[in-house]
């Protein structure tokens, strides 16, 4: 490889970090996770729970 | 007064990890050995400041110290005591303190270690480690300041994610800190290499067991995430390519690679650039799931927060990554390898391809996580990339690796014949074949089932093909059975720890392929005193209960389960309501089997306590993931123990 080719070796990280930069732009929410919420989106955990304070709540929503 | 103490104790690290950075550069280049010891002596202080740093925090969490913002953010007066303890590393600016440890403990050991053995390549080793180390402690100073002030100062704090309340805690960063940060020392010794022009066997003779220590906790820290999401998330599974797993997996990959083709530069003087490369690469992936997340630039259900320091980690692995491939570079000539490949069928051509394998799902695995940026980026549009496309792409890198793992380890150097491709490969692929057979007649329709399992047994036979000739050539020297066979693990235990972690990849195949081909669940609603069934199982609602515990309530359904062989089981899964929380948290409740998990997640209930929505799962041959992942870390922790010279 000549001299002038080699370099473009490091030069090929330049379009990743520029890829990473670009995400400080996006809103990562807007794409969710495989795992966050992911229960929480099937039928069976739909319940709500008491907010706080909850102690006080709790035994309220319980009975 | 604690705020100012780790404060003041993170600047002075600050100063000295940089000092000693430059003076061990400075003294490599000028040869003067004082500022070298000095650099030493400023590593010593910086681990024994950041070992404060972290028991100062731990004594502000143990003591409810909510003027620290860190804590007032991470616990509460009800976290338990062990849970206290865990939430120092539990969110962002703890988990950077621990990492920075960890950093200062191996750079620590590095100079215990190398001080007089590595004598051209240390300097710049520890040069390159208290750099990292800066960096570090640069991020605890500015962007995520730990020993931060809260004022005014609040009655009680706002609790640890819930879903950080599990005992996995303790082990899962631990494991998996130790081998990110443990891919450090490799990495320093092969800029130390390139730095210094000496880039022949050296750095690979001095990082080859910290490799495999950075590989054995990584690969444990997996496990246990693994673990963590099985029995904690409640979705039912262990692995969801999420971004954190992927940023854990993708160093693994890259590590496995490496491990495999030092080989052979130690044996054929062949793959240097490619050896210096990887080291590079999976560095720089250690980085790169740190960045991920901690930058908030992708969603994850690791993500620890948005803010300064996503631009502080993308700065710093874009320095690593420029300087450390502008040194490959430079060296670009003396790089050449000495010896080539003499034919295909030899063990260093398997070496390469699984090399390129390994590397081919790092790079599908990167593209992925990151594809939501990059459509996002090029067209505007926001695509979630799910499992469909991990599975689809890895499974078949996956099963070949695993035939590799099969050959690569009988078949000769430089040139196999064909007599001894007979030798070594006639049983085991016979026996590969009869164990597809055996199990398309028991039943097992899928094909990538029979392939998975059929390559397992062809694998696992080459490995007790070569241990059984071995222990034979043993016997015939007087020695029994036993002993001749613990005797071969003891004296070449860099080959046998090799096979006992082949082994182990061999068992989580079959669990990871039994609970993908057989696992069956169903959701159901039941009234008190109903039942239903799954896969010759009943399980009968018995009705619900509620309890207080010290920072959260819990909701708790009985289910009686029978299976007619065994006797009930009564199944507790719960729904947690904490404060800090606006949904339940799922608090999954199982019985683990040899062959079969039974997993009950709660759903929906009536509050009278007279219906409930469950889901169950029967989950087949997970087990065996936990028990390979076990014997896999076995065999590491073998492989690491020193060889003995001489060893026959």
Known sequence: ?63 | MIPELGGGALVVALVLALWGSIAAAVGARTGRATLIQSAQHAAVAVFVLMTACLLVLAYAFLTFDFSVRYVAHNTNLGTPFYYRLTAVWGALEGSIVLWGWMLALYTVLLVWRHRDNARELFPWALSVMLAVVAFFVLVMTIPAPPFQRLAPLPADGRGLNPLLEDTGMITHPIALYLGFTGFTVPFAFALAALATGRVGDAWITATRRWTIVAWYFLSLGLLIGGWWSYHVLGWGGYWAWDPVENAAFMPWLTGTALLHSVMIQERRRMLKLWNLALVILTFGLTLFGTFLTRSGVIASVHAFTQGAIGAFFLSFLGLVLLSALGLLALRWDALRGEGTLDSVLSRESTFLLNNVFLVAAAFTVFLGTVFPLLAEALRGTKVSVGAPFFNQVNVPLFLSLIFLMGVGPLIAWRRASVESLKRNFVLPVSGGVAAALVFHLLGVRSALAVLALALTVFVAATVALDLSRATRARMRRGEAPLAAAGALLLRHNRRYGGFLVHLGILVVTVGVTGSHAWSVQTETTLRRGESAGLAGYRFRFDGLEAAEASNHLAVTAAFTVSNGRASNVVLRPAKKFYPQETAPIAAVDYRLGFTEDLYLVLGDFARDGTQATVKVQVNRLVSWIWMGGLILTLGAALAILPERKGAR
Do not use: E
């Not at chain 1, 400080?24 to 907010?51: H, K």
């Open chain 1, 1 to 63: 490889m000549s001299r002038l080719w080699r370099w473009l070796i490091p030069l090929a990280a330049v379009p990743v970090l520029g890829l990473l930069a670009y995400g400080f732009r996006v809103d990562p929410r807007a794409v969710p996770s495989p795992l966050i919420g992911r229960p929480r989106r099937s039928p069976w955990q739909r319940s709500r729970g008491p907010r706080y304070p909850w102690r006080r709540r709790a035994a309220k929503w319980w009975c």
